[in-house]
């Protein structure tokens, strides 16, 4: 059985940092292209970025490009996504997703192309 397991959120000021933690089992890891999405309260939920099988490319949303940066160490089946200079527009629920198929190089940007999902973890920024 797939699991995706998110952790690392809480609640922070403006300009401080989190580290989230995604731990998957049940799949080839090192196979699967990674993704973080994020969905606030009454909006969809949206990529943040995503991370190709062997960690040598990344992608981001204009929203968090130069303050997020995806990670992931195969070895522990480990993704992670460092935000940097929070603000309160990035509080939501961020979730983890792996795309179990696909070329190497690629990524994806979009719910759909998701095989499996964790649960989310809470990430709350006050001003």
């Known amino acids: 059985q797939v699991q995706l397991v998110e952790s690392g959120g809480g609640l922070v000021q403006a300009g401080d940092s989190l580290r989230l933690s995604c731990a998957a089992s049940?799949?080839?890891?090192?196979?699967?292209?990674m993704g973080w999405f994020r969905q606030a309260p009454g909006k969809e939920r949206e990529f943040v970025g995503t991370?190709?099988?062997?960690?040598?490319?990344?992608n981001y949303a204009d929203s968090v490009k130069g303050r997020f940066t995806i990670s992931r160490d195969n070895a522990k089946s480990t993704v992670y996504l460092q935000m940097n200079s929070l603000k309160p527009e990035d509080t939501a629920i961020y979730y983890c997703a792996a795309k179990a198929t696909g070329p190497p190089g690629a990524v994806y940007t979009r719910t759909y192309s998701y095989n499996y999902w964790g649960h989310g973890t809470q990430v709350t920024v006050s001003s």
């Open positions: 049940g799949l080839t890891f090192s196979s699967c292209a």
């Open positions: 991370i190709t099988r062997s960690g040598s490319s990344t």
